[in-house]
């Protein structure tokens, strides 16, 4: 039996992706249907059975709420910027760049966790 853990990640404030990952292979979708669809393209015919976990978006150990919003914070003035032609400040762009590294791997420690809760 496969088991996908089905995570529902911010992608920017007000936009959601999902990913679907298995304890080998993993997938993003604009929805949990797509991520699912995308990752069983990727499964051996012969694993038929799947085990789902869908698991909420929210500030954990891996993420605090401060970095969240911080981060919500920092898209909001880089897509004003953006739109107005210009760039963050430096100093502010340096931070984005981290905050998003950071929940990319904190991304990555709840797949790990979640893998040694299943196996």
Do not use: C, Y
């Amino acid at each position: 039996m496969t088991k996908v853990a089905l995570f529902e990640e911010a992608t920017s404030p007000g936009e959601t992706a999902f990913r679907a990952v298995t304890a080998h292979n993993q997938a993003v979708g604009r929805t949990a249907g797509e991520a699912l669809d995308a990752l069983t393209s990727q499964l051996p015919r012969e694993e038929g059975d799947s085990l789902i976990i869908v698991r909420n978006l929210g500030p954990d150990r891996f993420f605090t709420a401060e970095q969240r919003q911080r981060l919500e914070q920092l898209m909001a003035e880089w897509r004003s910027a953006r739109d107005a032609g210009n760039s963050l400040r430096p100093d502010e762009q340096s931070e984005l760049e981290h905050l998003i590294d950071a929940e990319l791997r904190a991304a990555t420690e709840r797949a790990a966790e979640l893998l040694r809760e299943l196996t």
